[in-house]
């Protein structure tokens, strides 16, 4: 009997270090991971401070002319003033605003168009097939010159820089939707046929979980097409909005406005891009993470 036991006790003995081997490694990841990233932090920072200073600095010794290119503290004042007495338009929110409220709009409807179609053609063959030819000749065309047309069909409200947003959103993610769909792995709709699946639950429970990674990585660079269209929108005709902001002070030769409202967009950016990561880490949880995962 107590040979059994002594096997038992040596079982368990051996089990020990293996566990703590395993919480050892995984705690020196964890801390080789958070040093990494302090240091990328670290040198994202140092970067920014060797840019603006080196660009300031060229500024005040005359090897950048700041009549054409401005130069940080020039920014910086521009966007105080604008802040503190507003812009020659009125309040620089509200024209943050006026330009968020466009984008923000072309993008849900070029997103939820691009989705459908993407989606349609992607499971129906014969219209895919029907209709590529036109859709790769519309995509062909570059978009921003529909601006005029939009200006002259809609007007110069806000309705002809929503259309432009949305005509810039829809193809980006309109093709990743459709190729989504079509990598769908086919062994799991056959076995969800098998098991009894109609076409509402195969939408639901395979093919969109499936597509979801493509269109969520399509909605990264969608919102940017959005301030794009929006913004050049502004250019053509508008009343009030970053991109007039931009085009009045490039008109009046103030390189700093120019800098200073481009600053203003990429903030927007930004945030938009943090929020729609956070969406996509929702979302996309049941996803497993790799540890060598690295995002811009």
Do not use: C
């Amino acid at each position: 009997m107590s040979e059994p036991n002594t096997l038992l006790e040596r079982q368990q003995s051996s089990a020990h270090p293996t566990a703590e081997t395993d919480s050892a490694a995984l705690a020196a990841l964890v801390r080789r991971r958070r040093r990494r990233r302090w240091l990328i932090n670290a040198l994202r920072l140092l970067l920014l401070v060797v840019l603006i200073g080196g660009w300031e600095l060229g500024a005040r010794l005359g090897l950048i002319d700041p009549f054409f290119w401005g130069r940080p503290s020039g920014i910086w004042q521009q966007l105080v003033t604008w802040v503190l007495h507003g812009t020659a338009q009125g309040p620089l929110w509200v024209q943050i605003a006026v330009t968020l409220e466009e984008a923000l709009l072309g993008f849900l409807i070029g997103v939820v168009l691009g989705i459908s179609f993407g989606v349609l053609l992607g499971r129906n063959a014969f219209l895919a097939e029907l209709l590529g030819p036109y859709i790769k000749a519309a995509n062909s065309i570059p978009r921003v010159t529909l601006a005029p047309l939009f200006a002259i069909g809609l007007g110069l409200g806000s309705q002809s820089k929503v259309a432009l947003a949305v005509v810039l959103v829809f193809f980006i993610v309109f093709f990743n939707a459709f190729q989504g769909v079509r990598e769908v792995d086919r062994n799991l709709l056959a076995n969800a046929r098998i098991l009894g699946a109609n076409r509402w639950q195969l939408f639901r429970e395979v093919i969109l979980p499936s597509a979801l990674t493509w269109i969520i990585a399509s909605l990264h660079t969608s919102f940017s097409f959005a301030l794009v269209g929006a913004v050049v929108g502004e250019f053509v005709g508008s009343i009030e909005g970053i991109g007039l902001m931009i085009q009045n002070a490039g008109a009046t030769f103030n390189a700093n406005g120019v800098f200073a409202a481009m600053l203003i967009l990429a903030a927007v950016a930004l945030l938009s891009e943090i929020v729609i990561t956070a969406l996509e880490r929702r979302l996309l949880r049941w996803r497993p993470s790799a540890l060598s995962e690295v995002t811009l």
